[in-house]
């Protein structure tokens, strides 16, 4: 099991930026950051998998926006979030997957099995 601790968020105004940090006691192949806004399901926001020297996805809502980072000797997991939007708001969350799937990292939250406690990011207009 990977211990994961999120840290970083905060509120900020529309336009502006934060900087999410994992902290992880291990890393799997693929690790992912998601988001959880109120009444709604948890989404994948980015993913990073380490086959192929490194593959990266992001959400096509965050595309261009969001940069997802992994530093396997520090086991930390990044998210620059840049250009924020109010509809950015949630609760983040930062996660590894259970198990190999495909060299591509999987997007459903239901494939990865450990998970942090989340940090808050809430965006004004």
């Known amino acids: 099991q990977v211990q994961l601790a999120e840290s970083g968020g905060g509120s900020v105004q529309a336009g502006g930026s934060l900087r999410l940090s994992c902290a992880a006691s291990?890393?799997?192949?693929?690790m992912g950051w998601f988001r959880q806004a109120p009444g709604k399901e948890r989404d994948v926001v980015a993913t990073f998998g380490s086959i192929g020297g490194g593959r990266t996805y992001y959400a096509d809502s965050v595309k261009g926006r969001f940069t997802i980072s992994r530093d396997n000797a520090k086991k930390t997991l990044g998210l620059q979030m840049d250009s924020l939007k109010p509809e950015d708001t949630a609760m983040y969350y930062c996660?590894?997957?259970?198990?190999?799937?495909?060299?591509?990292?999987?997007?459903?939250?239901?494939?990865?099995?450990?998970w942090g406690q989340g940090t808050q990011v809430t965006i004004s207009s």
């Open positions: 291990g890393f799997k192949y693929c």
């Open positions: 996660a590894a997957v259970r198990k190999y799937v495909s060299p591509d990292c999987p997007t459903s939250p239901s494939d990865y099995g450990d």
